[in-house]
């Protein structure tokens, strides 16, 4: 099959990350709750700024934010 478009979706509007992100992450956090009684909502709030400070300390951010596709 020969390829004829290739879409970007950069910020989201054709395909919606952040379900899929959010259901990985309680599926990780229930593995964890099942395994070691970790509390599952304290480590989705871990986990959730953790990659916010992750994402902001990275090298990508504010070329992602001066072109408009990232919060």
Known sequence: MKIETVLFDLDETLIEEEASNDASALAAC???HR?????????LTALRARCRELWRAGPAVQYCSDIGISR
């Open 35 to 43: 395994c070691h009684q970790v509390d599952v909502r304290a480590m």
């Open 30 to 32: 229930a593995i964890a």
